[in-house]
Protein backbone atom coordinates (compact mmCIF):
# COMPACT_ATOMS: atom_id res chain seq x y z
CA UNK A 1 0.00 0.00 0.00
CA UNK A 2 1.95 3.26 -1.26
CA UNK A 3 1.16 5.20 1.91
CA UNK A 4 3.43 7.62 2.96
CA UNK A 5 2.81 9.22 5.64
CA UNK A 6 3.08 7.07 8.59
CA UNK A 7 0.63 4.28 7.99
CA UNK A 8 3.51 1.84 8.16
CA UNK A 9 3.95 2.38 11.37
CA UNK A 10 0.66 1.52 12.42
CA UNK A 11 0.41 -2.04 14.08
CA UNK A 12 -0.90 -5.06 11.96
CA UNK A 13 -3.55 -6.62 13.36
CA UNK A 14 -5.55 -10.14 13.25
CA UNK A 15 -7.40 -9.53 10.31
CA UNK A 16 -4.55 -8.11 8.28
CA UNK A 17 -1.14 -8.78 7.94
CA UNK A 18 2.08 -7.24 7.01
CA UNK A 19 3.60 -8.33 3.65
CA UNK A 20 7.10 -6.38 3.13
CA UNK A 21 6.11 -3.02 3.75
CA UNK A 22 2.01 -3.87 2.72
CA UNK A 23 -1.00 -4.23 4.26
CA UNK A 24 -2.69 -7.09 3.18
CA UNK A 25 -5.96 -7.72 4.25
CA UNK A 26 -7.31 -11.11 4.12
CA UNK A 27 -10.02 -11.91 1.97
CA UNK A 28 -11.20 -14.95 4.94
CA UNK A 29 -11.38 -12.84 7.54
CA UNK A 30 -12.30 -15.28 10.44
CA UNK A 31 -14.52 -13.49 12.68
CA UNK A 32 -17.02 -10.63 13.18
CA UNK A 33 -14.71 -8.19 15.16
CA UNK A 34 -11.82 -8.93 12.75
CA UNK A 35 -14.12 -8.14 9.79
CA UNK A 36 -14.79 -4.30 11.46
CA UNK A 37 -11.03 -3.90 12.29
CA UNK A 38 -10.62 -4.73 8.43
CA UNK A 39 -13.15 -2.13 7.62
CA UNK A 40 -11.43 0.35 10.19
CA UNK A 41 -7.91 -0.52 8.69
CA UNK A 42 -9.26 0.43 5.34
CA UNK A 43 -10.80 3.68 6.51
CA UNK A 44 -7.33 4.52 7.90
CA UNK A 45 -5.75 3.80 4.83
CA UNK A 46 -8.03 5.54 2.58
CA UNK A 47 -7.26 8.89 5.04
CA UNK A 48 -3.86 8.31 4.48
CA UNK A 49 -4.08 8.30 0.95
CA UNK A 50 -5.73 11.36 0.65
CA UNK A 51 -3.92 13.28 3.02
CA UNK A 52 -0.62 12.88 1.32
CA UNK A 53 -1.38 16.72 -0.07
CA UNK A 54 -0.02 17.89 3.43
CA UNK A 55 2.97 17.45 4.39
CA UNK A 56 5.98 16.37 2.17
CA UNK A 57 7.46 13.47 3.04
CA UNK A 58 10.98 12.79 3.07
CA UNK A 59 13.04 11.52 0.18
CA UNK A 60 12.99 7.92 0.44
CA UNK A 61 17.13 6.83 0.82
CA UNK A 62 18.71 4.98 -2.21
CA UNK A 63 17.03 2.02 -3.50
CA UNK A 64 20.20 -1.16 -3.38
CA UNK A 65 19.74 -3.87 -6.37
CA UNK A 66 23.27 -6.08 -7.40
CA UNK A 67 25.94 -3.13 -6.45
CA UNK A 68 24.53 -0.15 -7.82
CA UNK A 69 22.18 2.74 -5.72
CA UNK A 70 19.81 4.12 -7.64
CA UNK A 71 18.43 7.59 -5.94
CA UNK A 72 15.67 8.96 -5.43
CA UNK A 73 13.74 9.96 -8.68
CA UNK A 74 16.13 7.93 -11.09
CA UNK A 75 15.62 5.76 -13.66
CA UNK A 76 18.73 3.63 -13.84
CA UNK A 77 18.76 0.63 -16.50
CA UNK A 78 21.00 -2.39 -15.52
CA UNK A 79 22.03 -5.56 -16.65
CA UNK A 80 22.09 -7.58 -13.48
CA UNK A 81 25.22 -10.16 -14.03
CA UNK A 82 24.77 -13.81 -14.28
CA UNK A 83 28.49 -15.38 -14.02
CA UNK A 84 29.58 -17.64 -16.34
CA UNK A 85 29.67 -21.88 -14.90
CA UNK A 86 31.56 -24.44 -15.32
CA UNK A 87 29.82 -25.63 -18.61
CA UNK A 88 27.89 -22.49 -19.93
CA UNK A 89 28.33 -18.82 -20.57
CA UNK A 90 27.82 -16.18 -18.52
CA UNK A 91 24.77 -13.96 -19.23
CA UNK A 92 23.01 -11.01 -17.58
CA UNK A 93 18.98 -10.00 -16.62
CA UNK A 94 17.81 -6.55 -18.07
CA UNK A 95 16.56 -4.67 -15.72
CA UNK A 96 15.19 -0.89 -15.41
CA UNK A 97 14.36 0.60 -11.85
CA UNK A 98 12.18 3.63 -11.13
CA UNK A 99 12.69 4.71 -7.67
CA UNK A 100 10.29 7.70 -6.96
CA UNK A 101 10.63 10.77 -5.30
CA UNK A 102 7.84 9.55 -2.44
CA UNK A 103 8.53 6.41 0.18
CA UNK A 104 6.30 3.36 -1.21
CA UNK A 105 6.09 0.04 -1.83
CA UNK A 106 8.55 -1.75 -4.23
CA UNK A 107 6.97 -3.33 -7.46
CA UNK A 108 8.20 -5.93 -9.48
CA UNK A 109 7.34 -7.07 -13.35
CA UNK A 110 8.89 -9.32 -14.95
CA UNK A 111 8.77 -10.16 -18.44
CA UNK A 112 10.98 -13.03 -20.46
CA UNK A 113 11.47 -15.46 -18.28
CA UNK A 114 10.12 -17.33 -21.65
CA UNK A 115 12.02 -15.51 -24.28
CA UNK A 116 9.79 -16.76 -27.10
CA UNK A 117 6.92 -14.53 -25.10
CA UNK A 118 7.10 -11.66 -27.54
CA UNK A 119 4.22 -9.32 -25.79
CA UNK A 120 5.16 -9.37 -22.42
CA UNK A 121 8.98 -8.20 -23.74
CA UNK A 122 7.47 -5.36 -25.87
CA UNK A 123 5.54 -4.17 -23.48
CA UNK A 124 8.25 -3.71 -21.01
CA UNK A 125 10.04 -1.80 -23.84
CA UNK A 126 7.25 0.30 -23.80
CA UNK A 127 6.52 0.89 -20.34
CA UNK A 128 10.12 1.62 -19.71
CA UNK A 129 9.37 5.49 -21.60
CA UNK A 130 6.31 6.00 -19.62
CA UNK A 131 6.90 5.88 -16.22
CA UNK A 132 7.70 9.57 -14.59
CA UNK A 133 10.04 8.73 -11.70
CA UNK A 134 9.39 12.63 -10.45
CA UNK A 135 5.66 11.55 -9.94
CA UNK A 136 6.38 8.33 -8.68
CA UNK A 137 5.64 6.93 -4.91
CA UNK A 138 7.60 3.60 -4.36
CA UNK A 139 9.88 1.56 -6.57
CA UNK A 140 9.29 0.07 -10.15
CA UNK A 141 11.87 -2.82 -10.71
CA UNK A 142 11.50 -3.84 -14.40
CA UNK A 143 12.72 -7.02 -15.46
CA UNK A 144 12.49 -6.43 -19.45
CA UNK A 145 14.03 -9.51 -20.54
CA UNK A 146 14.47 -12.37 -17.66
CA UNK A 147 16.21 -14.79 -20.15
CA UNK A 148 18.49 -13.23 -22.60
CA UNK A 149 19.86 -15.90 -24.04
CA UNK A 150 16.39 -17.51 -24.97
CA UNK A 151 15.47 -14.14 -26.52
CA UNK A 152 18.53 -13.80 -28.23
CA UNK A 153 18.42 -17.30 -29.77
CA UNK A 154 14.80 -17.45 -30.07
CA UNK A 155 13.72 -20.94 -28.10
CA UNK A 156 10.58 -21.42 -26.56
CA UNK A 157 10.45 -22.96 -23.14
CA UNK A 158 13.94 -23.78 -22.35
CA UNK A 159 17.52 -22.33 -22.08
CA UNK A 160 19.68 -22.99 -24.80
CA UNK A 161 22.37 -24.43 -22.87
CA UNK A 162 21.21 -26.57 -20.29
CA UNK A 163 17.75 -27.38 -21.83
CA UNK A 164 15.91 -26.49 -18.62
CA UNK A 165 12.81 -24.47 -18.07
CA UNK A 166 13.59 -21.53 -16.37
CA UNK A 167 10.44 -20.97 -14.89
CA UNK A 168 10.91 -24.75 -12.90
CA UNK A 169 13.87 -23.72 -12.03
CA UNK A 170 13.60 -21.51 -8.79
CA UNK A 171 14.73 -20.78 -6.78
CA UNK A 172 17.59 -21.61 -8.34
CA UNK A 173 21.57 -21.80 -7.88
CA UNK A 174 24.60 -19.76 -7.70
CA UNK A 175 26.63 -22.44 -8.72
CA UNK A 176 24.13 -24.23 -11.12
CA UNK A 177 23.58 -24.35 -14.65
CA UNK A 178 22.83 -21.09 -16.71
CA UNK A 179 19.28 -21.26 -15.96
CA UNK A 180 19.84 -21.74 -12.36
CA UNK A 181 22.11 -19.04 -12.25
CA UNK A 182 19.50 -16.71 -14.31
CA UNK A 183 17.05 -18.10 -11.62
CA UNK A 184 19.32 -17.34 -8.53
CA UNK A 185 19.61 -13.70 -9.54
CA UNK A 186 15.91 -13.51 -10.58
CA UNK A 187 14.75 -14.68 -6.61
CA UNK A 188 17.57 -12.32 -4.91
CA UNK A 189 17.77 -9.26 -7.09
CA UNK A 190 13.87 -8.96 -8.21
CA UNK A 191 11.79 -11.60 -6.09
CA UNK A 192 13.29 -10.44 -2.66
CA UNK A 193 13.72 -7.33 -3.13
CA UNK A 194 9.58 -6.41 -4.17
CA UNK A 195 6.76 -6.09 -1.82
CA UNK A 196 5.09 -7.49 -4.76
CA UNK A 197 5.17 -9.70 -8.10
CA UNK A 198 3.50 -9.52 -11.26
CA UNK A 199 4.73 -11.97 -13.98
CA UNK A 200 4.23 -11.26 -17.32
CA UNK A 201 3.87 -14.61 -19.64
CA UNK A 202 2.01 -15.30 -22.63
CA UNK A 203 1.01 -18.08 -24.84
CA UNK A 204 5.20 -19.46 -25.77
CA UNK A 205 6.00 -20.80 -28.96
CA UNK A 206 3.20 -22.59 -30.55
CA UNK A 207 0.66 -22.20 -28.43
CA UNK A 208 -2.48 -20.27 -28.30
CA UNK A 209 -4.25 -18.03 -25.50
CA UNK A 210 -7.38 -16.41 -24.55
CA UNK A 211 -5.61 -13.30 -22.32
CA UNK A 212 -6.20 -13.96 -18.53
CA UNK A 213 -4.76 -12.90 -15.17
CA UNK A 214 -4.08 -14.88 -12.54
CA UNK A 215 -4.03 -14.23 -8.62
CA UNK A 216 -2.50 -16.65 -6.13
CA UNK A 217 -4.44 -17.53 -2.90
CA UNK A 218 -5.39 -20.68 -0.72
CA UNK A 219 -3.72 -21.57 2.68
CA UNK A 220 -0.07 -20.84 1.56
CA UNK A 221 -1.79 -17.41 0.16
CA UNK A 222 -4.20 -16.55 2.50
CA UNK A 223 -2.68 -13.06 3.30
CA UNK A 224 -1.85 -12.17 0.47
CA UNK A 225 -4.32 -12.50 -1.56
CA UNK A 226 -6.70 -9.75 -0.72
CA UNK A 227 -3.86 -8.17 -2.32
CA UNK A 228 -3.13 -10.13 -5.32
CA UNK A 229 -6.60 -10.08 -6.20
CA UNK A 230 -6.91 -6.41 -6.62
CA UNK A 231 -4.26 -6.11 -8.53
CA UNK A 232 -5.13 -8.88 -11.20
CA UNK A 233 -8.25 -7.28 -11.60
CA UNK A 234 -6.60 -4.06 -12.24
CA UNK A 235 -5.06 -5.51 -15.47
CA UNK A 236 -8.82 -5.09 -16.99
CA UNK A 237 -8.89 -8.95 -18.48
CA UNK A 238 -12.05 -10.50 -18.53
CA UNK A 239 -10.70 -14.34 -17.05
CA UNK A 240 -9.25 -14.10 -13.81
CA UNK A 241 -8.06 -17.15 -12.21
CA UNK A 242 -7.79 -17.95 -8.66
CA UNK A 243 -4.72 -20.17 -7.99
CA UNK A 244 -4.99 -22.35 -4.90
CA UNK A 245 -1.64 -22.66 -2.99
CA UNK A 246 -2.32 -25.42 -0.57
CA UNK A 247 0.67 -27.40 0.18
CA UNK A 248 4.28 -27.36 0.58
CA UNK A 249 4.56 -29.20 -2.47
CA UNK A 250 2.98 -27.24 -4.92
CA UNK A 251 5.26 -24.29 -3.76
CA UNK A 252 8.39 -26.49 -4.26
CA UNK A 253 8.20 -28.97 -7.16
CA UNK A 254 9.03 -27.46 -10.38
CA UNK A 255 8.81 -23.91 -8.50
CA UNK A 256 8.07 -21.08 -11.05
CA UNK A 257 8.90 -17.67 -10.21
CA UNK A 258 5.53 -16.79 -9.28
CA UNK A 259 5.43 -19.35 -6.87
CA UNK A 260 9.17 -18.60 -5.24
CA UNK A 261 7.26 -15.16 -5.08
CA UNK A 262 4.15 -16.52 -3.46
CA UNK A 263 7.07 -19.07 -1.11
CA UNK A 264 8.71 -15.45 0.27
CA UNK A 265 5.06 -14.09 1.09
CA UNK A 266 4.41 -11.31 -1.31
CA UNK A 267 0.88 -10.52 -3.00
CA UNK A 268 1.47 -12.37 -6.34
CA UNK A 269 0.49 -11.94 -10.09
CA UNK A 270 0.76 -13.81 -13.28
CA UNK A 271 -0.50 -11.88 -16.44
CA UNK A 272 -0.89 -14.35 -19.29
CA UNK A 273 -1.48 -13.07 -22.69
CA UNK A 274 -0.09 -12.83 -26.39
CA UNK A 275 0.71 -16.48 -28.17
CA UNK A 276 2.68 -18.03 -30.91
CA UNK A 277 5.21 -16.04 -30.99
CA UNK A 278 3.52 -12.90 -31.62
CA UNK A 279 4.72 -9.43 -31.23
CA UNK A 280 0.68 -7.64 -32.12
CA UNK A 281 0.12 -4.48 -30.81
CA UNK A 282 -3.44 -6.04 -29.84
CA UNK A 283 -1.66 -8.34 -27.41
CA UNK A 284 0.80 -5.54 -26.26
CA UNK A 285 -1.37 -2.78 -26.23
CA UNK A 286 -3.78 -4.06 -23.54
CA UNK A 287 -0.80 -5.04 -21.48
CA UNK A 288 0.64 -1.65 -21.26
CA UNK A 289 -1.99 -0.11 -20.41
CA UNK A 290 -3.30 -3.02 -17.41
CA UNK A 291 0.23 -1.63 -16.07
CA UNK A 292 -0.32 1.84 -15.56
CA UNK A 293 -3.83 1.08 -14.82
CA UNK A 294 -2.19 -0.99 -11.72
CA UNK A 295 0.21 1.86 -10.81
CA UNK A 296 -2.99 4.05 -10.31
CA UNK A 297 -4.74 1.31 -8.90
CA UNK A 298 -1.81 1.07 -6.36
CA UNK A 299 -1.62 4.96 -5.90
CA UNK A 300 1.82 5.08 -7.19
CA UNK A 301 1.36 7.06 -9.72
CA UNK A 302 -1.43 9.52 -10.18
CA UNK A 303 -5.06 9.94 -11.39
CA UNK A 304 -7.70 7.42 -10.62
CA UNK A 305 -7.91 3.75 -11.99
CA UNK A 306 -10.49 2.13 -13.95
CA UNK A 307 -12.44 -0.23 -11.99
CA UNK A 308 -12.60 -3.72 -12.32
CA UNK A 309 -14.81 -5.02 -15.49
CA UNK A 310 -19.08 -5.81 -14.44
CA UNK A 311 -18.36 -8.89 -17.21
CA UNK A 312 -15.57 -10.89 -15.62
CA UNK A 313 -14.99 -14.55 -15.66
CA UNK A 314 -13.86 -16.17 -12.50
CA UNK A 315 -12.46 -19.86 -11.96
CA UNK A 316 -11.59 -21.57 -9.54
CA UNK A 317 -7.70 -22.87 -10.56
CA UNK A 318 -7.34 -24.52 -14.07
CA UNK A 319 -6.86 -28.31 -15.07
CA UNK A 320 -4.32 -29.32 -17.66
CA UNK A 321 -4.99 -32.38 -20.58
CA UNK A 322 -1.68 -34.14 -21.29
CA UNK A 323 -1.20 -36.23 -24.19
CA UNK A 324 -0.38 -39.84 -23.93
CA UNK A 325 1.44 -40.32 -27.11
CA UNK A 326 3.98 -38.83 -29.42
CA UNK A 327 3.31 -37.63 -32.34
CA UNK A 328 1.16 -35.10 -34.45
CA UNK A 329 -1.38 -32.97 -33.01
CA UNK A 330 -4.50 -31.37 -34.46
CA UNK A 331 -6.25 -29.42 -31.94
CA UNK A 332 -9.65 -28.99 -32.14
CA UNK A 333 -9.94 -25.18 -31.90
CA UNK A 334 -7.06 -22.53 -30.57
CA UNK A 335 -9.10 -20.19 -28.97
CA UNK A 336 -10.58 -19.66 -25.89
CA UNK A 337 -14.29 -21.41 -25.63
CA UNK A 338 -16.41 -23.43 -23.29
CA UNK A 339 -16.03 -27.15 -22.80
CA UNK A 340 -18.09 -30.00 -21.72
CA UNK A 341 -17.33 -33.25 -20.52
CA UNK A 342 -16.22 -35.40 -23.20
CA UNK A 343 -15.78 -33.16 -25.85
CA UNK A 344 -12.94 -33.83 -27.93
CA UNK A 345 -9.85 -30.85 -27.90
CA UNK A 346 -7.70 -32.62 -30.26
CA UNK A 347 -5.98 -35.82 -31.54
CA UNK A 348 -2.61 -37.36 -31.52
CA UNK A 349 -1.04 -39.41 -35.23
CA UNK A 350 1.61 -41.42 -35.63
CA UNK A 351 4.18 -39.92 -38.26
CA UNK A 352 2.30 -42.62 -40.58
CA UNK A 353 -0.82 -41.11 -40.22
CA UNK A 354 -2.67 -43.47 -37.96
CA UNK A 355 -4.63 -42.17 -34.65
CA UNK A 356 -2.72 -42.70 -31.10
CA UNK A 357 -5.19 -41.11 -28.93
CA UNK A 358 -8.09 -38.81 -28.82
CA UNK A 359 -8.19 -36.37 -26.21
CA UNK A 360 -11.04 -35.32 -24.21
CA UNK A 361 -12.09 -32.77 -22.00
CA UNK A 362 -12.28 -34.29 -17.92
CA UNK A 363 -14.73 -30.95 -17.07
CA UNK A 364 -17.04 -28.45 -17.59
CA UNK A 365 -14.83 -25.34 -17.40
CA UNK A 366 -13.38 -22.77 -20.39
CA UNK A 367 -10.56 -24.00 -22.81
CA UNK A 368 -8.48 -20.65 -21.57
CA UNK A 369 -5.09 -21.93 -24.10
CA UNK A 370 -3.36 -24.90 -25.26
CA UNK A 371 -0.77 -26.38 -27.72
CA UNK A 372 -1.12 -25.96 -31.30
CA UNK A 373 1.51 -28.21 -32.16
CA UNK A 374 2.10 -30.20 -35.07
CA UNK A 375 4.51 -31.74 -32.68
CA UNK A 376 3.41 -33.34 -29.32
CA UNK A 377 5.40 -35.86 -26.91
CA UNK A 378 3.77 -37.83 -24.35
CA UNK A 379 3.28 -35.74 -21.40
CA UNK A 380 2.70 -32.29 -23.07
CA UNK A 381 0.22 -30.33 -21.78
CA UNK A 382 -2.58 -29.64 -25.24
CA UNK A 383 -5.66 -28.03 -23.38
CA UNK A 384 -5.67 -25.97 -20.13
CA UNK A 385 -9.29 -25.76 -19.22
CA UNK A 386 -10.22 -23.04 -16.19
CA UNK A 387 -12.88 -24.20 -13.92
CA UNK A 388 -15.65 -21.68 -13.34
CA UNK A 389 -16.89 -20.03 -10.25
CA UNK A 390 -20.23 -19.21 -9.87
CA UNK A 391 -19.55 -16.14 -8.36
CA UNK A 392 -16.65 -13.67 -7.62
CA UNK A 393 -13.47 -15.58 -5.35
ZN1 LIG B 1 5.67 -18.29 -20.14
Not at 215 to 243: D, I, K, S
Amino acid sequence: MPCSSGCHARPAHAGARRVGGWLAVATDVPSPPARQWCVVATVVLLLCAASTGGAQPAEPPPFAIGTTRVPAGARVDLDLPVPPGRTDPATSVLVTVFHGTRPGPVLALTAGVHGFEYAPILAAQRLRERIDTRALTGTVILVRVAHLPAFEQRVPFVNPFDRKNLNRAFPGRPDGTQTERIAWVLTTEVVRRADAVVELHGGDGAEWMEAFVGAYGGPLAAAQYGQARRMALAFGLRNVVRYTMRTQAQLDQGRSLNRQAVADGKPTVLVEIGENGRRDDAFVAPLVAGLENLLRELRMVPGASSPPRADTRWFDDTVGVSAGATGIFTPVATDGRPVRTGDVLGTVHDYRGRLLETLVSPVDGYALYGLTGPPVVAGDSVVTIGIPSASSL
